[in-house]
């Protein structure tokens, strides 16, 4: 009696000591968690730029940043005199005052829905009030989709239809009203598209139903800034990108196999996803004049050419005033301009504001099997225009077919220096000061084709011309020229 | 009826939760407190005789390196002559007449030589984040570096670059600092660096 007495409390204490356990580790869960929600954001697209700026949290409301809102945008400056917070973008004043609801924008009283908060020197304004806000500010209309922190200023939003065709096996074909560059996963039965910089917006239905066996439905959703698409399938699908990113088309993998080079990565000491993904990257397809594309016909770019940084990533403050991103993306319009021009179509990695990972860019360009790709650069140090090939290791462990990612730029290095001093000549003869040199700059280490990066530096030190086409328009034509002057050299090898 | 000693535990489980807890988040805190950055890097101890050793010291005007002779006090290690080299250096970087400046507060934390050949350069964040963004300005930095420690410590091969201890994507913005550098790979840089042309 006595020992089935003492067993059942001795029971009994190792349950509490196992609830006590668990209760300790609850606690000490909560402790190390607490704090790391996935951060609030807002979206605002425009047809200036998309991005995303933070939401801040303020008397149990949503704030944000009136100046970082309107920075992308145009020229803001802000001045805080006490109370008051002075903001001055393109030709509009505005003035806010400290824990008041009331603000003059445009020489007229306007009605926060909340009181204006400074913070710092930084003036926040209640989440709730910045459509109407921005839309006084701006002078045009904005339309906020509150449950989702998207903004849209004036007419931007993209719209898409999707279709599923009747050929065997059938596809999902959509088709976008501006480029799209989402991001995307693939899990089993699954393909998500996520559209963090892209205005698309919902269809008629949020939910779309098929009439095919394997591509069985999408649902649209947006949430804390992005869009989502999800497309269910009953067999494993892939993405793929044409009409210059206008048009996805969502279909089973094609049995053959591509005839250009694979790259995938194989050495362990890099951290990120191997750029072979079971996702093809979005890539414009070839030409719609092409109505056939047998998989071993030749790439139609003969360029590619990347803008350097880009969204979240703006690169060197080169003033005030002009971020690196902006930069290379006006230089990289004009190249392609330039190429285009002298019969070399071109294509440009980023045409827009968006955020990319040096593996993507790589994984994009490699699919796209140019005969050369430009990475283009811009800086505030020195004077004149820079060229770099990739610094890489002698040796990389190759496999059969597959190229280690770290150094499959090595086997076309010496194409690569010929382009750079085709290139450097040409600048020369526009009397560019120039300068060749090699750099573990990636992503040209993980190309498969002739590599060069431009940094561009600015004339007699006057950063304020960096960024003028009449600076940029001749350095533009005689890097073209180069590559040009090099095309035979690029098509043999090509070939 | 709950047993005295049931309580007693429970009490002191509950103290004890509660202690974990704080200690926790006091450790949590400490990690995210940034480092006090002295606007001076530490004056590297006298620890052994001087001895002539060669700089490699970057210049912003033309983006040159150029090799620098000096005498410096090193000690008997290998480790610690690689640290008080690449600090030699930085004491040039940090002063007002600097050819090519680096942010207050840039150091290096430590110099790790790993057998066979790898010597790996660890810089504090201040270094990094202080640093100018651009392919030249950064490049300039990172063969300077490179350079002066396998110039003067005979032996090395490859050399990593961390960042506080930890892997990082780029020096600011442009310079891949993901993988090692090959010393005999990094050589033609420092030739085209040197020529003027």
Known sequence: MTTTASRKTSGEFRGFLRLAVRFLLAIASVALLSGSPEEKRVSIYSTIANYSIPVAERNKLDYVGLLEGLEPLGSVSAR????????????????FTANKRRARVREKDFELPANFILDGGRGLVPLAGLSNLLSRILGGPVTFTSSSRRLFVGNVAVHFTAQVSNTAPSKLTMNFTAPVNPTIATEP??????????????????????????????????SNGEAELVITSTVPVLASFSNNGHTITVGPPRATATATAT????SPNVQTPPPLSPVPPPLPAPPATVATPSPSAPPHYFAVIDASHGGDERGAALSDQMVEKDVTLAFARLLRQELNGRGLLTLLVRDADTTLTPDRRATMTNAAAP??????????????????????????????PFLDWDTAQVPFQALSDAVATSVAAALHEKQFPVRTLIA????????????????????GGDIARLNSVAYQQPIAAAVASGVADARDQLQAVRK | ????????????????????????????GGASQPETASPQPVAPPALGPSEQVTLYVAYDDGGFLRPQSARIPLPAGRQERAEELLRALLN????????????????????YLVDPGLAIIDLNAAFADGHRSG???????????????????PGITRTKILVDGKERDTLAGHLDLTNFYDVAAFSPLVLQLQSTR
Not at chain 1, 80 to 95: M, T
Not at chain 1, 263 to 266: A, E
Not at chain 2, 1 to 27: C, E, K, N
Request: with cysteine; hydrophobic share 45%.
């Open chain 2, 92 to 111: 040039i970087y940090l002063d007002k007449s600097s050819p090519h400046t680096l942010g207050a507060g840039s150091e290096v934390r430590d110099v």
């Open chain 1, 80 to 95: 805080v005199n006490g109370d008051h917070w002075r903001l001055h973008y393109n030709d509009v004043y505005a003035e």
């Open chain 1, 263 to 266: 790259v995938t990565q194989i």
């Open chain 2, 1 to 28: 009826m709950i047993p005295r000693h049931l309580i007693l535990g429970a009490v002191v489980m509950i103290i004890l939760a509660l202690g974990m807890s704080f200690y926790a988040w006091q450790m949590r």
């Open chain 1, 371 to 400: 005969a050369i790709y430009v990475c283009v650069h811009a800086t505030s140090q020195g004077t004149g225009v820079r060229l770099y090939t990739a610094l890489t290791a002698s040796s990389g462990a190759n496999a059969g």
């Open chain 1, 189 to 222: 039965g699954k393909l998500r598209m996520t559209f963090t910089h892209d205005p698309v917006v919902a269809p008629s239905s949020p939910r779309l139903t098929f009439d095919s066996p394997l591509i069985t439905s999408a649902s649209f959703a947006e």
């Open chain 1, 440 to 459: 573990p700059l990636r992503p040209l280490n993980n190309i498969t084709t002739a590599a060069i990066a431009i940094e561009i530096a600015p004339p």
């Open chain 2, 135 to 153: 392919v030249l300005i950064e490049e300039l930095t990172v063969a300077s570096l490179v350079e002066t420690i396998s110039a003067n410590i």
